[in-house]
């Protein structure tokens, strides 16, 4: 058995960016947050960088199951990204300082015929979010464990609109025990109930034929799963991504894969580490 904290949380509404889409029209909606977003939001909550997650090689583990209602499409207007390139460019210019008198900005926009930017954005409402936390510092995991027993700060997961609150009201975390458990055949999940679903699923595609039938079973998508150089500034760090499954409503019962039951009596809940 494991020890681990469980939140289970719930959102309005919430957008969560794959970092490698770029579009400038319409940008969709991961299923879930990712693993480098969930513990974003906890260090955030603690006021410091967790060590653990600082030597390339962390030893946090993080899990997360998650619904929603139905996505909407959303906009936002704005200028395209060459405005502000060229007035960044501008500032400390000489150039800048017939501007100063009349209105700084709205003289540029005049002057450079700025174009609006209508961004169309995927958003997912009413999110309900089951997420497990484990770390082999037992000090950190405390200190996780007091900030999210009683939060000093704004929680949102997604966008800084996307705020969270408890799914139970005034209970943001609990602490409960996991079973670590390996099934050799889709016999023997089934018999134990170990269905996968609503999550996602870490796979290696240089191990493509253990991982099969996963692969024929949802998504297959490049998640964000840590920083390599997270001591760094933000703009210069790099990040490590890895292949994952998301697996929707219909799940699967998984064959040669361990996998994390947390099971309270009455609902049963199985994962896989991020």
């Known amino acids: 058995m494991r020890k681990a904290l469980r939140f289970k ?22 299923n879930l947050p990712t ?27 993080i899990g997360v199951i998650g619904t929603y209602r139905n996505k909407s499409v959303e906009f936002s207007r704005g200028e395209k990204m060459d405005f502000w390139d060229n007035y960044r460019k ?13 209105g700084e900005y709205y003289d540029f926009y005049k002057n450079y015929k700025a174009e609006n930017s209508i961004l169309n954005y995927e958003v997912l409402r009413e999110v309900e979010l089951s997420i497990f936390f484990s770390c082999d510092d037992e000090e950190e995991y405390l200190l996780v464990k007091r900030s999210l027993e009683n939060p000093g700060k704004y929680m949102n997961l997604g966008r800084k ?36 679903k609503n999550s996602y ?17 949802g998504t297959l998508i490049a998640l964000p799963r840590k920083y390599k150089d997270i001591k ?6 790099t990040i490590e991504f890895c292949h994952y499954i998301y697996i929707g409503e219909e799940g699967i019962y998984p064959k040669n894969l361990k996998v994390n039951v947390y099971d309270n009596g009455e609902s049963k809940e199985v994962f896989t580490w991020l």
């Open 9 to 30: 949380i719930k959102q309005p509404s919430a957008h969560y960016r794959d970092p490698k889409v770029f579009q400038n029209d319409y940008i969709s909606t991961l």
């Open 161 to 196: 609109e996307d705020f969270v609150v408890p799914y139970t009201k005034g209970d943001f975390v609990e602490e409960v025990e996991l079973l670590e458990t390996f099934s050799a055949s889709t016999r023997d999940a089934v018999k134990n109930r170990l269905k996968l």
């Open 35 to 61: 693993r480098t977003s969930i513990l974003g939001m906890i260090t955030y909550l603690c006021d410091k960088r967790l060590s653990s997650d600082l030597d390339g090689k962390s030893s946090i583990n």
């Open 90 to 102: 501008l500032k400390g210019s000489k150039e800048r300082e017939k501007f100063l008198k009349y």
């Open 232 to 237: 760094d500034i933000k703009e210069n760090r």
């Open 201 to 217: 699923i870490k796979v290696d595609l240089k191990e493509h034929e253990k991982y099969e039938e996963i692969l024929n079973s």
